[in-house]
């Protein structure tokens, strides 16, 4: 191939600028400690309501409403069938937690169970002393 035969065809390839390509400036990186303005749904879904008194009629539903929130956040060392017991006192504002069996009591899933039955206020009432149990199922 003679040169001008090469000139020719190096013209005719577009003797114009050579083309460039944009490239996005990079992300940062993502960090583990870095926080997000929206809650995930875990967030959500194990933020304890704010505390409210109840009156003792309310107590069966409260109980159905907080084991399901243990039985959702408190995972930890044990796991299994916890039998919780509230007593509210009469006087209201006081209430007595029992938890069994002692391996789960004594555990911090057991300590995360009680953290959220003595979030339950009952107001004063009538009548004697009425305790009342449900099983929370540690997973």
């Given amino acids: ?8 065809l190096l013209a005719a390839c577009g003797g114009g600028k050579p083309s460039r ?8 990186p993502v960090s583990e ?5 929206t809650p995930g749904l875990d967030d959500i879904a194990c933020t304890p ?11 069966s ?12 956040c408190c995972a930890g ?16 504002y006081q209430t007595e937690i029992a938890i069994e069996p002692d391996a789960i009591a004594s555990s911090s ?3 995360c169970v009680r953290a959220v039955f003595h979030r ?13 149990s449900v099983t929370v199922r540690l997973r």
């Fill in 1 to 8: 191939m003679s040169p001008r035969v090469l000139l020719l």
């Fill in 61 to 72: 539903i409260a109980l159905a409403q907080s084991r399901d929130f243990a039985q959702r």
């Fill in 21 to 28: 390509v944009d490239l996005p400036t990079p992300l940062p």
């Fill in 33 to 37: 400690h870095s926080s997000t303005t």
């Fill in 77 to 92: 060392d044990e796991n299994g069938d916890a039998i919780v017991r509230v007593t509210p006192a009469p006087g209201g």
């Fill in 49 to 59: 309501q704010p505390m409210a008194a109840i009156d003792i009629g309310e107590l």
């Fill in 120 to 132: 339950l206020l009952v107001k004063p009432y009538d009548g004697p002393e009425k305790t009342m």
């Fill in 109 to 111: 899933s057991g300590a």
